[in-house]
């Protein structure tokens, strides 16, 4: 399995909080992606990146910012939590991004009250 | 940009069965095309992909997938089916410009005895 874990695996947050998402790898692939499910939307892209401090947004970016310090992390940020953040988010890496197999980790289930 | 359709989102079936799950795409320029699963409570692992070259592509799990660029299509399909094919499928793109893997709502296969 590739290595990639992301944590916390399970967070309650309350509504207009800061929360911070972490995906760490141990493969050393340039690219990583967070991606919110949502029943009946399958994985949307809500940032992605391209090397350390390169970094551009998805399809569902408001609301969430991210940051790459280091080739092995990639951080989510939800800057206020709402309520329509509630969903399950994974974070994937790549190698090429493009032609090369993404490989995911578990998942982090996210319920903001 | 790029975007993907998958045409059902669910699809039942009889054990033994055959299934086939269906993908539109579409792209202004070359794509590269992937099907993943997502077993419950998992994160997702890739079953085939196709980057050029023959569209008949074989995955594992006896899954194979055909390429059809002027139906812009790529359709997922098994000849018989087993209980353990039960999960969430989805279909994603990426194209020869940029790394955004896109994906699919998903297709859920139930597999019933």
């Known amino acids: 399995d590739a290595g990639i874990t992301q944590s916390p695996r399970h967070k309650v947050t309350e509504t207009g909080t800061p929360v911070t998402l972490r995906c760490h790898q141990t493969e050393n692939h340039r690219y990583m992606y967070w991606y919110r499910q949502d029943p009946g939307h399958g994985l949307r892209l809500i940032h992605y990146s391209y090397g350390v401090k390169d970094t551009d947004k998805g399809e569902v970016s408001d609301g969430y910012s991210v940051s790459r310090s280091k080739t092995e992390d990639f951080l989510l940020t939800l800057e206020s939590a709402t309520s329509s953040q509630t969903s399950v988010y994974f974070c994937?890496?790549?190698?090429?991004?493009?032609?090369?197999?993404?490989?995911f980790g578990q998942g982090t289930r996210l319920t903001v009250v | 940009a790029q975007s993907v359709t998958q045409l059902d989102s669910q699809v039942p079936v009889f054990e033994e069965a055959p299934v086939e799950l269906r993908c539109n795409y579409s792209?202004?320029?070359?794509?590269?095309l992937f099907w993943y699963v997502q077993y419950p409570n998992q994160g997702l692992q890739l079953l085939l992909k196709y980057l050029s070259g023959s569209t008949l592509v074989k995955g594992i799990n006896g899954f194979e997938a055909e390429f059809n660029k002027s139906q812009t299509s790529f359709h997922l399909r098994k000849p018989s089916v087993h209980i353990s094919d039960t999960a969430e499928y989805f279909c994603a793109v990426t194209n020869v410009n940029d790394y955004k893997l896109s994906f699919g709502a998903g297709t859920t296969v139930t597999v019933r005895a």
């Open positions: 994937a890496i790549s190698e090429s991004g493009r032609e090369t197999e993404a490989f």
């Open positions: 792209s202004s320029v070359s794509v590269y």
